[in-house]
C-alpha cells in the first residue's frame, strides 16, 4: 500500500516535470509578446471589417516635376502617372535632372518595401531613394504604388508588378502613347526589376511570372533583390538568433504574413518560402531567370534565407552576383548614407557588368 502510494507520488513528479518542460519550450518558441504589441511596433490598427488604420510615421511626399532653379539638392524630376484604373495603382517615374545628350539609359521597375502592409511609393524615405539610384546610375525609375495586405493579400502586388512590367512593354510598343520621359531617354532592351525588402520578394515572383509572357520588345536583363522579405515555418538559425531584432523581431514578421499570405495560408506558401518548390515553379523555369543581384546583412533575420535562396538560385544554374555584409541591419541603407552609398555602387556596378554581357537570357 504504501509502496503504491510512493509511485503515485512519483509520477505526479514526473508529470509535473513534464508539464514544465513543455512550457519552457513553448515559450522558447514564441516569444513573449501580445498581439497589441505587435500593433504597436508597426503603429496599425485592425478595424472590424478586416482593414487597417495606418499612421503615417514616414512622411509622404509629392512628385517633383519640375525644375527648381533654386535648389542645390534636386538632383531628377518625378511625375505620377496613372498605372491601372480599377485597381487604382500608380507609377511614380523619376528622370535624372540633367541627363547625357543622345544617350539611352535602363529602365528600373522599383517596389518599395513595409512588409506588404505598410508605405507607399510616395513615403520620403524610398522617394529619395528613387532620385538617388535616377541620378546615381543613371536611370529612368518606374517605382510602383502597388495594393497593400490585407485589404489585398498577396499576389495582388504581385499582380500590379505584372501590371508595371506590361505598362513598360505598352511604352515600348505604342511609339504614339509613349511617356514622353520614357520616348527621349529608355533603353527598352535594359530593363531591371528592383526591389527592397517585400519589394524584392515581389521581384522575384514577378520575374518567374514574367519569363511565361511574350514581352518583346523589352528585355528584363536583370534582377535585384535587396534584404528581400521572405519567411517559412521552421525557423532559421538567423532568425533565431535575431528574434528579438529592433527592426523586424519575428513575432511581429509572423503577424505580418498573416495579413500578407491568402487567408489560411501557413509561411510555408510559396509567396512566402521560395524554397517550397516543386508545388509551383519548375526547376526548368528558375533556369531562365535573368541574371541576380542579391544584398543582405548578417545582423538582419531574414538573412539565412537570402543565402539559401542564392544557392538554390546557383544550383539551378541562375548567375548571381551575392553581396552579404557583415553587421548591418534590416533598411540599413534608409537611415546611413555611407551603407547607402555602397549599395547604390554595388547596383550600379551589377547593371553596368550585365549589359556588357552580349549574351541575353531567353
Ligand atoms: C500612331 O498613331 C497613328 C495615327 O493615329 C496610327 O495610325 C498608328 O497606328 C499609331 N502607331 C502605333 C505604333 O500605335
Ligand atoms: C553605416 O554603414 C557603414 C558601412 O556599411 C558602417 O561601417 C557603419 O558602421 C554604419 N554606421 C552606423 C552608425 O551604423
Known amino acids: 500500500m504504501a509502496m503504491a502510494i510512493y ?3 512519483l509520477l505526479f513528479l514526473c508529470f509535473c516535470q513534464l508539464g514544465h518542460k513543455i512550457t519552457a ?4 518558441k514564441t516569444p513573449s509578446h501580445t498581439l497589441q504589441e505587435a500593433y504597436d511596433v508597426l503603429g496599425i490598427k485592425p478595424n472590424p471589417d478586416g482593414s487597417l488604420t495606418r499612421e503615417i510615421r514616414i512622411p509622404m511626399v509629392n512628385a517633383t516635376p519640375n525644375v527648381e ?15 491601372n484604373p480599377f485597381t487604382k495603382t500608380f507609377i511614380r517615374l523619376y528622370k535624372p535632372l540633367n541627363p547625357t545628350k543622345n544617350s539611352k539609359i535602363p529602365l528600373i521597375i522599383y517596389l ?44 495582388a502586388a504581385y499582380d500590379d508588378a505584372m501590371d508595371a512590367i506590361m505598362w ?28 527592397s525588402s ?46 528579438e531584432d529592433a527592426y523586424i523581431p519575428l513575432y511581429v514578421n509572423d503577424l505580418l504574413w498573416t495579413f500578407s499570405l491568402p487567408k489560411n495560408a501557413n509561411r ?24 541576380v543581384m542579391m544584398k543582405g546583412d548578417d545582423g538582419d533575420p531574414l ?35 555611407t551603407a547607402a552609398q555602397e549599395l547604390y555602387d554595388a547596383m550600379k556596378n551589377f547593371i553596368h557588368s550585365t549589359l556588357k554581357f552580349k549574351h541575353i537570357n531567353h
Open 7 to 9: 509511485n503515485i507520488f
Open 268 to 291: 510555408d506558401h510559396e509567396f512566402c518560402n521560395p524554397l517550397m518548390i516543386g508545388r509551383s515553379y519548375d526547376l526548368g523555369k528558375i533556369k531562365r531567370l535573368p541574371r
Open 25 to 28: 519550450s513553448d515559450e522558447q
Open 168 to 195: 513598360a512593354r505598352s511604352q515600348a510598343v505604342c511609339g504614339n502613347g509613349s511617356d514622353a520621359w520614357i520616348k527621349q531617354l529608355v533603353d527598352f532592351s535594359h530593363v531591371f526589376l528592383l526591389g
Open 198 to 243: 517585400a519589394g524584392g520578394n515581389a521581384v522575384y515572383h514577378a520575374a518567374l511570372r514574367a519569363l511565361d509572357l511574350n514581352l518583346s520588345p523589352i528585355k528584363i536583363r536583370g534582377m535585384i533583390m535587396n534584404q528581400p522579405y521572405f519567411g517559412g515555418v521552421h525557423r532559421t538559425e538567423s532568425e533565431i538568433k535575431l528574434s
Open 112 to 155: 518599395h518595401g513595409g512588409d506588404f502592409v505598410l508605405f507607399s511609393a510616395k513615403t520620403v524615405i524610398f522617394h529619395e531613394f528613387c532620385n538617388q539610384i535616377s541620378a546615381q546610375f543613371p536611370a529612368v525609375v518606374a517605382s510602383v504604388e502597388y495594393r497593400l495586405a490585407p485589404e489585398h493579400r498577396l499576389p
Open 69 to 83: 532653379p533654386t535648389s542645390t539638392t534636386q538632383i531628377a524630376l518625378s511625375k505620377d502617372i496613372p498605372l
Open 303 to 337: 538573412v539565412d534565407r537570402e543565402k539559401m535562396l542564392v544557392k538554390f538560385l546557383e544550383a539551378n544554374g541562375v548567375e548571381v552576383v551575392s553581396i552579404f555584409n557583415e553587421g548591418g541591419h534590416h533598411g540599413i541603407e534608409l537611415s546611413n548614407t
